[in-house]
């Protein structure tokens, strides 16, 4: 069984091209069989990008990027973005849709959650994460962001409400200074973590 959290999808790759109107802005972005969300933007991203506290001096790490809708987004709202995953299929779409909508202050990154940002820090980490990669990674994801982050610094994470959202509210509260519910709906919740 592949998952979107594999290194390499083991189903026959299919694109889509989907049009999407997020934070007031038009984007288009190529969705892919094997990457998170083939032929739509998630209810939970749309939540996460809609609600993120951003700032036009700050320097972002979108983790777990999939086809690169946060990073993107968030690209036209920050002055620069990092964004990460371990799913190749997911890199290779993610940097033909930084083309597709002009994006010049974000890059694109292979690897296992932190490792390619390894000595980085940033303003904020954004990530829909990938809950069924497991409680190991889900722990790893908030645990280490502390260490990726600039003193008052916020990890903003979306989860299911009835998936685990107690469980990361739980962590988050464990391992930073503050938590805060800032957005809630379509059964998800986003929290903001301040380091």
């Not at 299911?160 to 391992?175: C, D, F, P, S, V």
Request: net charge positive; charged share 25%; with cysteine.
């Amino acid at each position: 069984m592949s998952h979107y959290y594999s290194e390499e999808p083991s189903v026959p790759l299919k694109t889509k091209m989907i049009e999407v109107v997020v934070r007031g802005e038009r984007f288009k972005f190529i969705t892919a069989s094997g990457v998170f969300s083939f032929g739509k933007l998630d209810l939970g991203t749309k939540l996460l990008i809609e609600s993120a506290i951003l700032d036009k001096d700050w320097e972002v790490l979108d983790l777990g990027c999939g086809y690169g809708v946060i990073g993107i987004v968030a690209s036209r709202f920050v002055k620069r973005v990092v964004m990460v995953d371990i799913n190749k299929r997911a890199v290779s779409i993610a940097k033909k849709n930084l083309k597709i909508n002009n994006v010049k202050n974000a890059e694109v990154r292979w690897g296992h959650l932190y490792e390619p940002v390894k000595g980085e820090r940033f303003h904020s980490i954004i990530t829909n994460p990938p809950v069924h990669a497991g409680k190991d990674v889900l722990r790893e994801i908030v645990i280490n962001a502390p260490h990726h982050l600039y003193d008052g610094g916020l990890l903003q994470i979306v989860i299911r409400t009835n998936q685990g959202a107690k469980y990361i509210k739980g962590l988050m509260e464990e391992n930073f200074k503050e938590v805060k519910e800032i957005a809630k709906g379509s059964g998800f919740r986003v929290y903001a973590g301040i380091a």
